[in-house]
Structures are given as structure tokens and as C-alpha cells.
RNA sequence: CGGGGCGUGGCGCAGUUUGGUAGCGCGCAGCGUUCGGGACGCUGAGGCCGCCAGUUCAAGUCUGGCCGCCCCGACCA
């Protein structure tokens, strides 16, 4: 390609706001363009590496017996309401209706779609299992799109489903999944840690995600230092160490506490630590009132909390919902609560005493003791952070920013129940399809590539998914045996097939030089009246470790070996 | 959805406070000089100032409404 007629043009400075690197710098080098917030086109450069992430995935995913196929992008809103997503992903999802009134949706994964295909296609136990997967495009209304590509309302996702018998071959099949995505991650250069998640809106109950670890990223993940846990923070818990039960608490007994509607000021004002104190969240969950009741150096963590209870909603209380409670926002307690559902945290401790609201203006209790003033269902729903106990082993747990590049559930008879795909078993008996869903997001992946591999001018593309492994650079171009050589050179690569992008432009040294470290691809060939002079052409690596001069009629041949060295390192 | 910010040639921005000829840098086109780290000179093209109303002799600037984009939070496979 020459780079003359590249379509896309580097710019000299990202837009103000652009906070990730890999946001800024595939803006400026030329990869990608905004439509609309949230809305991405791929340019030439950006569309190539996409491409490479893509034929990497699916040769992997050939390679654990995936059968590639091609789903729809718009859905009948009838399978959605199915399996009972059509009213549960509101208001997330792109809907709309035909000429005829029909309601439909951009689909938001592939799911309802393969559950349908499956209960027509697969009526044997006879043709399980089976992997299916495809390239498609998944629209989100997410409510704030932000970081370039790193979550965006349109996307393209490698989507594959398994389809088994029974829960042996889900748990085969996710190990599959679970292989091929450490050697996709690994080829496409990007260190994905494999963590524990939340299944969320799923369905199902195991869920593994891929992260890859990155300042800036959005999710947060707690690691073990012995390295026998990671997990998402919206699953993430800690060992908990019981305070000791105390015998001879004192009656609860109430303590005036006039303006001190937080722990932190009551913690001041009464000098005490705050886990001494108990933290009540009053809440709606799907409608319902109940009472969080929490350590009080802890906080509510919404997604454990309707994991935990299997509840699709939670929302904080309004003063309505405090007063039916026969409560008082900023001194709830958990001591004569009423009409409320109470919940009891994991962390509270049984029989030791603590420090809780009065469900009274201005005032608390003291002494107030689990088992013997209150009782409620206990789950564990706080946050776990920074410096908790490993649940495993006991260990530290450090905590991380984290993108999301890959994720894997065990959906297992989830959609086949509610779709009604059965099969016959070898016994005679019609069973539900045991299904799992495994999701890589392409353009994701891309921008996280490029948040390992930059330094401070631009991307260092690794050769496996680079958009040209050659960036051949003429200086001058103007001059016409710079020129002649450069030509002639740019003809061998191609003849060789090797992927060459060619500064063709009448620029300046300092210009050439800054798009190609921006631009970033592995390789680089200079050709100048310097080099010339000895027939000879620089070779250049973009990561800096060789730098190298060699004859003309020898360049070709040099960095092809080069290029296939690499590749054979990746993949192996 | 709550809070904050922004919208002016292709890109990055100033101008809005105090209404009065629309600017700067980069980029782009032509000519010439230069040529190993974002060169220089001369000439030139390019702007519904986000949109719609209103106030005014006069609106990029004031008022109202709307739209779009970004950031923090909430939410989120």
C-alpha cells in the first residue's frame, strides 16, 4: 500500500478529552473514526488489525471444533420475549418496529438465536456436542460509551455456544474455551488474566472472565498474591475473621447521637473506629423494601447483593420507604425495623457488640449484638478492597484496574428450558440442551493491544496482528535514486508477500519518522541518499532492540526471515 | 438518570465577560529553496460561529428552547 493513498490521515493532536492511550493514539494514527458517541468506524489501518485478531480467534476456535456460521443482527422482539430479555434488558437495547408494527431489536448477543436454531436442528443426543460460533454485530444502548473503543454501542463480538447433553460436556466445552482463549490472548500479545465474575443477566451460574490489567480500565479485580484468586469486585469476597463473641454485653441501651447521620461523624464524635458501628442501607429490591445491615467500614456492593438474592433490582430507599419501615434516614438500625426484609452482611459478627442506628432522629444504640437483639439472612454483600484476606489461602489481595476482553459462561439449561429445546437422550427421555456462551470482543481487544504495546510516540504493534509488518520510508522521496531503490524494494515485499506499507509522501524526514512511530509497525526500511550511497537500506525495529544495515538485493530476503521468526514465536 | 464541561475553516484552539469588518497555530493548493526526527519563503483556497426562535439599528457574543459531544457518578456480559 502506499502510504500516499492510505485512506486516513495521522493527525498531530488527539482531541482534548481522549484519556486512554489506546483511545488517543488509534484516533491519531488513523485506525478509527467517531460517528457518534459510542459509534466507531474501523479505517483501512484500523480494519486490518481487526481482521488479524479476527483470523487468530477463529483459528482457535476451529481448533477446539468451533463451526462457524453467521446470525442475524436484527431479532424478532418474539424470541427475545421468550426467554423473558425483552423486558429484563430494558432500557439497554436498540429496539424498533417493521412497516407493520412488528417489534424487533438490534440483537444484543446471540443467545435466543441459537436456542431457536438448536430446538429445530438438534432433535439427537446423537449429533452432541457441538460448538457454534460467529463474527456478528452486537448493539448496546449503553447509557455513557466512553474510551475510544473500550465501550462503545456497537461492536463486533466473536460469539460461540456450546451445546451438550448434560453438565460433563458443558464443563469440557468451557475447558476448551477456557485453552483457546489463553492462546488467542497470548498470539494476539495481550497478558489476559482469567478472573471470576459475575454471571449478571446471563442466566446461569459460572461465568469466567478475561481481563487484561490496565490503568484507566473500568473494572476493578481483586488478585491474591499467592495467585490462587482473582476475581471481579462485583464477586470478589474475603476471608472474614470473626470478631470474638463477647459474653456480658451490656443491655442496648440508647445514646444520643444529635446530627450524626454518618459513621464517619460518628465515628469522630464518639471516638470509636468505625467497625465498631453497624451500617444500615435501606433498599427496593425488585419493589420490596429490606435492610442491608453492614460492618461499618464497608459498603453495599450492589452486584453481589443481587447475585446473592437473586434480585434484578435494586434501588436506595425513598424517605416514603424509611417511614413504612418505622425509620428514620441516617439512624436506621436494624432494632425494631419493621415491614422490611432484613439482610444481615457476612462481615457483621455474631454476638459482638456494635454501635447502630435507632430507627430515631438523633439518636443509637449502643450494644447491640446479632443473634440476641436482631437476626436476618445473612450474605455476604460487601465490597471486598485493597489489603483483604485471600478467601483461599489467607493471602493479600491488591487491587486492579481491568478491560474486559473475553468472557465464558456456563449458561447451562438456562435458554434451552425457557425456549423449550429439547433433545432425546439415550434413555428415551426428551432433556433440555446444556448450553454455555464464551464472548470475545474484537475491537476491545484491539484497543487493549495497543495499551500494552505503545510508548510515549505511538503503538509498537506485535507482528501478529500488525496492519503492514513493513514500513518502507524514502529520504527524500524527491530524489530519484532514493526513489528508484525504494521502488524496486517495495516490489520484491509485495512479490513476497509480505505486508508493506510504503512512505511514498514528499514529507519530511521528521514527519516520516513521527507517523511511522505513531503508525507503529514492527518493521521499518529506510531508504536515503545516505544509504544509497553504500547500496545499502536501514532496518529497524519499532521496539528499538535492532537497528541494522544491510545490501539492497539482501533486504527482502533479511525481513521476511524476520517476519516469519516472529509469527513462529507467537503462535507457538 | 444525577452532577459538571464543551460545540467557531480539515485538526487543535482564541474571541463571548463589555453586542459593532471572524482570528491564531497546524494542515491543504501553487511556485521556489531544503532533505536522517514534525523545514523555510512567497502566493492562495477554505467558516450555515451546532440548530430554531427571540431581543436589538446590529448577535459568534444577550435571552429561551432544542440537538450533539466529552468527563465524573449511577447503570452495564
Not at 278 to 299: F, Q
Not at 356 to 369: E, I, P, S, T, Y
Not at 467 to 476: A, D, E, G, N, S
Not at 509 to 521: H, N, R, S, T, Y
Request: charged fraction near 30%.
Amino acid at each position: 500500500m502506499r502510504q500516499s493513498h492510505l485512506f486516513g490521515r495521522t493527525l498531530r493532536a488527539a482531541p482534548s478529552d481522549a484519556q486512554l492511550a489506546s483511545h488517543k493514539l488509534l484516533l491519531r494514527g488513523a485506525f478509527v473514526r467517531q460517528v457518534a458517541a459510542g459509534i466507531w468506524t474501523l479505517e483501512p489501518l484500523g480494519f486490518r488489525v481487526a481482521k488479524k485478531l479476527e483470523q487468530i480467534i477463529r483459528e482457535e476456535i476451529d481448533r477446539i471444533g468451533g463451526q462457524e456460521m453467521s446470525m442475524p443482527v436484527i431479532n424478532p422482539a418474539t424470541l427475545w420475549q421468550e426467554s423473558g430479555r425483552w423486558d429484563s434488558l430494558e432500557p439497554n437495547a436498540f429496539r424498533f418496529r417493521d412497516h407493520d408494527g412488528r417489534d424487533f431489536m438490534i440483537a444484543f448477543t446471540h443467545e435466543e438465536i441459537v436456542t431457536a436454531h438448536a430446538r429445530e436442528d438438534i432433535v439427537s443426543y446423537r449429533q452432541l456436542p457441538i460448538i457454534v460460533y460467529h463474527f456478528q454485530t452486537k448493539g448496546r444502548d449503553e447509557a455513557r460509551p466512553r474510551g475510544g473503543l473500550v465501550r462503545v454501542r456497537e461492536f463486533v463480538m466473536k460469539d460461540s455456544y456450546s451445546i451438550d447433553r448434560d453438565f460433563a460436556g458443558l464443563d469440557a466445552a468451557y475447558e476448551k474455551h477456557r485453552d483457546a482463549y489463553a492462546r488467542i490472548f497470548a498470539r494476539a500479545g495481550v497478558r489476559a488474566l482469567m478472573v471470576e465474575s459475575d454471571p449478571g443477566n446471563m442466566g446461569g451460574d459460572v461465568a469466567h472472565e478475561f481481563q487484561v490489567l490496565v490503568e484507566g480500565g473500568e473494572d476493578r479485580i481483586l488478585i491474591c498474591e499467592n495467585g490462587d484468586y482473582r476475581a471481579n469486585a462485583d464477586k470478589a469476597t474475603r476471608k472474614i475473621e470473626p470478631a470474638l463473641s463477647q459474653n456480658g454485653v451490656p443491655k442496648a441501651s440508647r445514646i444520643a447521637t444529635p446530627g450524626a447521620s454518618t459513621i464517619d461523624q460518628l465515628s469522630a464524635s464518639l471516638k470509636e473506629p468505625s467497625d465498631r458501628f453497624l451500617k444500615t442501607v435501606l433498599v427496593k429490591l425488585d419493589g420490596d423494601i429490606a435492610a442491608v445491615v453492614l460492618p461499618g467500614d464497608r459498603e453495599l456492593n450492589e452486584a453481589k447483593l443481587k447475585a446473592r438474592l437473586g434480585a434484578k433490582e435494586v434501588r436506595f430507599a425513598t424517605d416514603a420507604d424509611f417511614s413504612r419501615a418505622g425509620s428514620v434516614a441516617g439512624f436506621i438500625g436494624p432494632v425494631g425495623l419493621r415491614n422490611a426484609r432484613l439482610i444481615v452482611d457476612a462481615g457483621v459478627s455474631r454476638g459482638a457488640s456494635y454501635i447502630a442506628g435507632a430507627n430515631v432522629k438523633d439518636a443509637h444504640l449502643r450494644d447491640v449484638v446479632l443473634g440476641r437483639d436482631f437476626e436476618g439472612e445473612v450474605a455476604d454483600v460487601h465490597d471486598a478492597r485493597e489489603g483483604d484476606r485471600c478467601p483461599r489461602c489467607g493471602g493479600k489481595l491488591t487491587m486492579h484496574r481491568g478491560i474486559e476482553v473475553g468472557n465464558i459462561f456456563k449458561l447451562g439449561t438456562f435458554y434451552s428450558e425457557k425456549l423449550n429445546a429439547m433433545y432425546l437422550d439415550e434413555d428415551g427421555a426428551r432433556k433440555p440442551l446444556v448450553m454455555g456462551s464464551y464472548g470475545i470482543g474484537v475491537g476491545r481487544l484491539l484497543a487493549t493491544v495497543v495499551e500494552e504495546h505503545h510508548d510515549d510516540k505511538g503503538i509498537i504493534w506485535p507482528m501478529a496482528v500488525a496492519p503492514f509488518q513493513v514500513h518502507l520510508l524514502t529520504l527524500p522521496h524527491t530524489d530519484e535514486r532514493v526513489r528508484a531503490a525504494a521502488d524496486q524494494l517495495y516490489a520484491e515485499f509485495e512479490q513476497a508477500g509480505v505486508e508493506v506499507l510504503y512512505d511514498d509522501r514528499e514529507d519530511s524526514a521528521g514527519v516520516k519518522f513521527a507517523d511511522a512511530d505513531l503508525i507503529g509497525l514492527p518493521i521499518r526500511v529506510i531508504v536515503s541518499r545516505r544509504t544509497i550511497e553504500k547500496g545499502e537500506a536501514e532496518v529497524r525495529l519499532r521496539d528499538g532492540s535492532k537497528e541494522l544495515f544491510a545490501p539492497l538485493d539482501r533486504v527482502e530476503r533479511g525481513v521476511k526471515t524476520m517476519i516469519d521468526e516472529r509469527l513462529a514465536a507467537a503462535t507457538a
